[in-house]
């Protein structure tokens, strides 16, 4: 089979654009997406000028910071017509940020990474900032990354873990071992606990929304900070994310993604 053309530059170009999207909402320098693709800072500069001239990127000419560009949107917009669940998991996450008033968000399970696609704040006038609309994580690290790893195949558990290492940009309390114990204790009581590990004092709690084969695609989470998250407080958030994520989890009914795989 003769390989085709270029097809190396498939996933750069993947990688740029995820890189991008979870900054949007203030642009990135080119040598920011270097940095977080890891790729030399000339090839992402002929990728977004490429990008550019098909308008799935756009650059502020006074700052010359880069940003999703409109060809994306209508895109998106075509694509969420057999995607998008977003309008299912809006009244769960008002409900928990009404109800508790935390921070509530709703993520979803992309390759390798969690996406953060929903985000209310709740009336408790100090929040926390980690997640925001467009965020992405690695499997196992806040809470949505872990409660969907918890509830994985367990090969599939011990292939992820066995060739990533999340220490490198986490720390050690990210390392295998630290993990494993998350994900039993998350498996004993059916949601995560993050408990300030991203950034002191931030917490967060997560429960997994399965899609119609049993598999976690989804999360719902809340965040705040660290005194809004007692211990005797635990339980009750705990509840109300399983009882949204289930009840979320039987309205659902998209067609399997097999590329998020």
Do not use: K
Not at 112 to 132: A, K, M, Q, W, Y
Not at 220 to 248: D, K, Q, V, Y
């Amino acid at each position: 089979m003769t390989d085709v053309p270029n097809a190396h530059l498939v996933p750069r170009i993947g990688s740029v654009l995820r890189a991008l999207s979870a900054t949007n909402e203030v642009g990135a320098a080119t040598s920011d997406l270097a940095r977080a693709t890891e790729l030399p800072r000339p090839t992402v500069h002929r990728l977004l000028s490429s990008l550019a001239e098909e308008g799935f990127v756009d650059r502020d000419r006074r700052t010359g910071r880069w940003f999703l560009g409109p060809e994306l949107y209508l895109l998106g917009q075509t694509a969420g017509t057999r995607y998008d669940v977003t309008h299912h998991a809006r009244a769960c996450v008002h409900r928990l940020a009404a109800r508790t008033g935390e921070s509530a968000f709703f993520s979803a399970l992309r390759g390798e990474e969690t996406v953060c696609l929903l985000r209310e704040n709740g009336d408790f006038p100090i929040r926390s900032f980690v997640l925001h609309e467009g965020a992405r994580f690695p499997l196992g690290v806040v809470s949505a990354g872990l409660v969907l790893l918890a509830f994985l195949d367990e090969a599939e558990i011990d292939n992820y873990l066995g060739r990533t290492d999340l220490t490198a940009r986490w720390g050690r309390s990210h390392s295998v071992e630290a993990v494993r114990e998350r994900i039993a204790r998350t498996r004993r009581d059916g949601y995560a606990v993050n408990p300030g590990l991203v950034v002191e004092g931030s917490w967060g709690m997560a429960a997994a929304v399965f899609d119609r084969s049993g598999r976690p695609a989804w999360a719902l989470t809340l965040t705040g900070i660290e005194t809004r998250f007692r211990p005797e407080r635990r339980p009750e958030l705990g509840a109300l994310l399983l009882h949204e994520a289930h009840n979320l989890g039987r309205t659902l009914d998209v067609p399997e993604d097999r590329t998020a795989r």
